[in-house]
């Protein structure tokens, strides 16, 4: 799978980063975001690699079984002054179904509005 940024304008300037796996790990695609992100462990050349590869223990055991169990994983994170909120999730395709995972990285403020709604 490839992103044509023609059809997906947006991702080009989203505030977040986006990064998509095939089911097998095989990093498939990063946002420009996503590039800058992780421009100190490859950058654009991580695309076509495991990420399994770019993960410590322990989370490359809780990818690992992110991938087999395709259940979804989220959770907070503040890293050099900036919180962000990550966001794994399964996708999939329409002729196949489960193709991988992806991942957004939001920033987010450290104090925020929440709103429970009816």
């Known amino acids: ?13 989203f505030p ?8 097998d790990g095989i990093i498939l ?10 421009k100190e462990d490859g950058g654009s050349a991580l695309i076509g690699t495991n990420l399994l590869d770019c ?13 087999e169990t ?3 994983n989220y959770y907070t994170i503040e890293k050099r002054g900036i ?21 957004l990285s939001l920033p987010i403020p450290s104090e925020m509005p929440h709103f429970i709604r009816k």
């Not at 799978?1 to 300037?13: A, F, G, P």
């Not at 977040?16 to 089911?23: I, L, N, P, R």
């Not at 695609?29 to 992780?38: D, G, K, L, Q, S």
Request: charged letters at 30%; aromatic letters at 12%.
């Open 1 to 13: 799978m490839t992103i044509s940024y023609n059809q997906h304008e947006w991702l080009r300037s």
């Open 16 to 23: 977040g980063s986006v990064v998509v796996c095939g089911k």
């Open 29 to 38: 695609e990063m946002n420009p975001r996503a590039v800058e992100t992780f």
């Open 55 to 67: 993960h410590p223990e322990p989370a490359r055991t809780r990818v690992k079984e992110m991938l």
């Open 70 to 72: 395709r259940k979804p």
């Open 83 to 103: 919180k962000k909120l990550i966001y794994q999730v399964p996708w999939f395709d329409d002729r196949n179904g489960y193709a991988g995972f992806v991942e």
